[in-house]
């Protein structure tokens, strides 16, 4: 069996079977056309090119499409790239398909859900409870599936289910250490906060931004469905106003896409919470793919940074 894409190197040849993420068509400088395919399989991702693609090439090697591959690693500007000498169709013989070519998270889903269900449990305000329960049951087999992001960090079947339990795990070793947080808020929020991405996104394979996606964004989203939800539970109160306040702000800066700045004290929480993890994962995945004693691959979401992996750590 051959080993994950992202852990091939330089100068490897690939010969294996993976999974479009997405292709993008492209012209050289001479007028001569190319696809840029992303590859994967559960290990990650890798950029690759079939130059002078003809049109039937574009018409077979669609997003989703299962691939079998021949090519070479070379590094393109610190990140390794594959560059096609052969590729076709996977067919029905071949024995493949595209759940086994998805990352997932570590996770089962029943065990994240069971951890969620917990931390709803132990909230004791009610009408945070109530929101919170029946948002995550309306939304919740979505919720279980879909990515966290469709690129930079938890972008994987099962992402955002896992993002929020890490998020969940972390803010209760803080509030242990803050015994002044209102627990009950700061968990509804980190439930809450990304959940609008389930409407925002397509879904868990090769996920897109949907039409309501790119014209609201997850964050308006969620702000409207938390007001439609204590409408529909004939919940009035301060509680409602100040979850919503959680969601707007938990980008933290305008520049990041947060229409308010944290103004509670458990909102400027989620939001370093959620930066925390997200950046966490992304340098985990970076340094998974690096060997001790060397750079991994410029990280785009964490300023273009590359990241040394001590050779003391395996």
Not at 33 to 53: H, N, R, V
Not at 102 to 124: N, R
Not at 270 to 299: C, Q, W
Request: charged share 25%; proline share 4%; net charge negative.
């Amino acid at each position: 069996m051959s080993k994950g894409i992202t852990f091939t190197d330089v100068g490897e040849q690939v010969e294996q079977f993976l999974l479009i993420k997405s292709v993008t068509k492209g012209t050289t400088n001479t007028g001569k056309p190319f696809l840029t395919l992303i590859l994967q399989d559960k290990s990650g991702e890798i950029e690759a090119k079939l130059w002078d693609a003809t049109d039937t090439d574009e018409e077979a090697f669609v997003q989703e499409a299962i691939v079998k591959v021949v090519g070479d690693v070379h590094s393109y500007r610190g990140k390794n790239q594959l560059k096609i000498r052969q590729i076709r169709k996977a067919t029905v013989q071949d024995g493949v398909s595209i759940s086994d070519f998805l990352e997932t998270a570590p996770l089962e889903q029943d065990e994240m859900m069971s951890k969620i269900t917990q931390y709803i449990f132990e909230m004791k305000n009610p009408n945070i409870q109530r929101i919170t329960r029946h948002l995550l049951k309306k939304h919740q087999q979505s919720f279980l599936q879909f990515p966290a992001a469709t690129k930079n960090h938890h972008e994987f079947v099962s992402g955002l289910a896992f993002h929020v339990v890490s998020m969940l795990d972390l803010a209760k070793s803080l509030c242990q250490l803050y015994p002044s947080l209102d627990r009950d808020l700061l968990y509804a929020g980190i439930i809450l906060h990304d959940l609008g991405k389930t409407t925002e996104l397509s879904g868990p394979i090769s996920p897109s931004y949907t039409i309501t996606g790119q014209l609201l964004g997850h964050i308006t989203i969620m702000v409207n469905e938390i007001g439609q939800a204590a409408e529909e539970l004939g919940i009035i109160g301060e509680e409602v106003t100040v979850l919503q306040h959680l969601v707007l702000s938990h980008h933290g800066k305008p520049e990041w896409g947060s229409p308010k700045q944290p103004m509670i004290r458990e909102a400027e929480l989620l939001h370093y919470i959620d930066n925390i993890d997200a950046k966490m994962n992304m340098l985990d995945r970076a340094l998974s793919r690096t060997k001790p004693g060397e750079f991994s691959e410029r990280v785009f979401a964490l300023d273009n940074r590359s990241f040394y992996k001590p050779t003391f750590i395996k």
